[in-house]
């Protein structure tokens, strides 16, 4: 991607109007300030300079320019903040594009026609009498959530909507591009309620139709297409993303009709995955937006094994998961909704902790008196803490499955030893796979931050401090926000002994760092072979007090 690219982008979107969207600024000096879109500080620390174009905000820890915030703040790709930027500023990407032009053109075809497709099945639903009672009586949508939300219907010919774009001059390979069409050539959807797949810049990408009498499947979706992936697609994210980020938090639910009932009900914070199971991708999007992140699966078997994998993915993430629980008597949200959109309201406040609404059911599954059912109890149990980070919560949670079984919490803990040992063996790890030690934790990156601000700025002579002086010019303007910001208020600062000390404090950190990777990679080790010695020896050293 040409740089002249964001270049243009940058002269005409000033980042106090992007910024200004999603965050209140006030004047600050030569800056302006804010509180974080993330609702992690209690005064303003969002900081923005008109005058670098730059932005940073300090109890996130986050910052850059236009394109780093709208990733951030939407959950977003580079390239997905580009193109929204870019169709913002009024630029043709086009131009900037060398060998992907021929792909641009066939996208920039398929939006079209997907959009227009959309519009036609809009003026369906309005014109089929059958159809309008399903939607607003059967399924009780109202007026603004079926415009809200684009719903349609599909002609049951399987021509209409060919010939409909067919006239407005697109070819079958365009409408293929789409997911428009069948393997035979004609309507892919027929006969049904139909909702537009909305990415988060506002373009849609595909469909999910829903069969409105008999017939199978009860749902089907637009396949992968060059605008559709499946995996990282999250329904109902362009519609609730305002909320999620005012609210500070995101309901997942099953399917795609419970997000549009909650929307409905007023619980504008509800995405699903459309048609799939969660992917890592998938929560790395929302954890951009919120930490606070609440399960609304369904209570059955498929249901616990879907939280199962969610706790299991988001251990490795570092990611907490509640739960949503008491649907009064109702099997999902939208029917729920149906009995009164109060209790959904009231159900969403009243989650509980992921792994011990999935302890509960797995107890309710089982009969603790007998011993087999106590050792499957004990198994999926220490799967699941060993996906708990923090000593303190796991070790609770050890006494809590301890005491439903009725053993001595050091003998849970023995077993749960055993378990991880078993990590050694290749077809073990595949099931108790240890979370992820992340390589540079948030405190880590604000001491490199903070040093490196030291060391461009503050005149450092006598402390080496081992960082390399980035050269990017947006870099080294949030730099000078940090140094600033660090400093305006302290007199007479002695720059060489804060950064001495914040320089012992970092190597000090990184030893820790270092010491728990290497004790991860001998957990994987066999005991006897001479890889097992050296990276013990290296702990050794590290632990070694020095003289």
Known sequence: MNNDLKEEIKSRLAIEDVVGRYVE????????????????????????SPEKGIWHDFSANKGG????????????????????????????MSRYRGGDQQLTKRKVRAKEALALAAKYYQACLVRNRNICEYVFYKRNLNRPTVAEFKIGYSPADGKSLLNVLKKRGFTERELEDAGLLNRFGSDMFRDRMMVPFIDTTGNIIGFTARVVGKGEPKYLNTSDTILFNKSRFIFGLHNAKESIRRNGFVVIVEGNMDVISSHQAGVKEAVATSGTAMTEQHLKSLSNLTSDIRLAYDGDAAGVKATERAIMMAGDLGIDLTVISDYHGAKDPDELIQK?????????????????WLLAKYEENLNLRLAPDKKKYSDVALRLLSYVKDEIERAAYEEKVAAKLGIEVEILREKGERLENKLKEKSARKYYKKPKTLVTPDHIKKMEDSLLALKVFGGITKTDIPLEVPEDETRLNELEMIFNNDHENIQNPDYESEAAEMLARYQSELDKQKIATLKEKLAELDEDSEEYAKVLSEIGNFLRPEG
């Open 25 to 48: 600024l006030k004047r600050a000096g030569r800056s302006l300030k804010g509180h974080s879109p993330w609702g992690v500080d209690k005064t303003p620390s969002f900081m923005v």
């Open 65 to 92: 320019d236009i394109f780093s915030f709208v990733m951030e703040v939407e959950g977003i790709s580079f390239k997905e903040a580009l193109e929204k930027l870019a169709a913002e500023a009024g630029v043709d």
């Open 340 to 356: 009164d959109p109060k209790l959904w309201q009231q159900a969403v406040e009243e989650r509980v902790p992921a792994v011990d």
